[in-house]
T-cell receptor, first 111, second 106 residues
């Protein structure tokens, strides 16, 4: 069974903290993605990666960075968390086709 | 990024009714996908469409890739309570609609 796991289901952080969200997939997929999901806005792409050490900006990369040192792991970093980054964060992976497999999400609250 | 217009935004239906939702774009896509997200979980792929005009079924779900390649629709027949969730369309790899929230009343 395909599996994408995210390090935390719920996180509460303070403004200004550095936040790491980890995502691991066990399907040997080349492509990995980070989205944020907000009510009424759907899923918005933050960053994606087509290969190890490779990253591309999505629609809303400001305030975020990513790291992909190994094929199975894709990390999202909030260098200095702000309250407007309170959201649900979803990680996904895919092969060369467009079908994505999502993790369960991390609900991040920044206070 | 690309904006996908998904409608309706929400639906409240009786169990047993059929459901129809659609997604439109100002841009052409090579692929349309439909996902379902249940509360507290990530989206799960329901149907993928790769050719204009293609009609594909998955159990009670049927989806079509519009001829213009700018739209797609999803139908659910004879809805049941476990159909509850948010349905998202997606064009190509990572352009998502805003979702249709479906509530099924037993």
């Amino acid at each position: 069974d395909v599996k994408v796991t995210q390090s935390s289901r719920y996180l509460v952080k303070r403004t200004g903290e550095k936040v790491f969200l980890e995502c691991v997939q066990d399907m040997d997929h080349e492509n990995m993605f980070w989205y944020r999901q907000d009510p009424g806005l759907g899923l918005r792409l933050i960053y994606f990666s087509y290969d190890v050490k490779m990253k591309e900006k999505g629609d809303i990369p400001e305030g975020y960075s990513v790291s992909r040192e190994k094929k199975e792991r894709f990390s999202l970093i909030l260098e200095s968390a702000s309250t407007n980054q309170t959201s649900m964060y979803l990680c996904a992976s895919s092969t060369h086709r467009y079908e994505q497999y999502f993790g369960p999400g991390t609900r991040l609250t920044v206070t | 990024g690309q904006q996908l217009n998904q409608s309706p935004q929400s639906m409240f239906i009786q169990e047993g009714e059929d459901v129809s939702m659609n997604c439109t774009s100002s841009s052409i896509f090579n692929t349309w996908l439909w996902y379902k997200q249940e509360p507290g979980e990530g989206p799960v792929l329901l149907i993928a469409l790769y050719k204009a005009g293609e009609l594909t079924s998955n159990g009670r779900l049927t989806a079509q890739f519009g001829i213009t390649r700018k739209d797609s629709f999803l139908n659910i027949s004879a809805s049941i309570p476990s159909d509850v969730g948010i349905y998202f369309c997606a064009g190509n790899q990572f352009y998502f609609g805003t979702g249709t929230s479906l509530t099924v009343i037993p």
